[in-house]
């Protein structure tokens, strides 16, 4: 029988695997779409009926889950799903801010030029179409993929395997924190500006720059952030 490695760092039956894989992917869509609001209380049975994956994998996925502080666990009580606040919003931010300061140093002084570029074409058009047409689900997706295409970039520099993992957890609560921002045209194209500093001193080879960009950059989202609560 297969034995694969899943994201989680288990091993086991391919099959099995899978289906707590699909789970963990389920439970995290359902979030994301507010089919489970945040600060949710349900059972087991509860999310097997809206997910549609058998209980065993459920169980796997909540184990994963609870680990990486999405959800609480309580022994024949149910399933306690975390809620953004200021708290959470503020540990996100300072977090991003540690790593992405050590990590853009490097990333302006190591990554090559060609990766400046393209992510540089992509911010500027994206604006271009955000001033031409407004926020439509097409540039919604696109701001997502840039957000997630530079942010990685700038971690996956540090080829650290615990950082990833570590950063991966917080991204997951940065998409929980956003759920309800009101985000307008002009607020994406500030936070798309503040990405072209970022990328414009990382493409003069400069750390300290690129260091003070991505400090000026969290802090201002933290800001938009906590207009929230």
Known sequence: MQVVKTAAGRTGPSA?????DLAYERILEALYARRVPAGAFLSQADLVALLDVPVAPIRDALRVLEAEGVVTIHPRSGIEFVKPGLELTRSTYQFRTIIERAAVRIFAETAQARVFEELASEHEALCRQIEAKGLDQDTLAELERLEVSLHGSIVDILDNPLIESSYRRIHN???LVRLDRKL???????SLREHLAII??????????ADAAVQAHFAAAF??????F
């Open 223 to 228: 800001q938009r952030h906590i207009g929230l």
């Open 16 to 20: 099995n695997r899978t289906l707590s």
């Open 200 to 209: 414009a001193a990382c493409t003069a080879r400069d750390g300290d720059a």
């Open 184 to 190: 307008t045209p002009p607020i994406a194209l500030k």
């Open 173 to 175: 609560y940065l998409r």
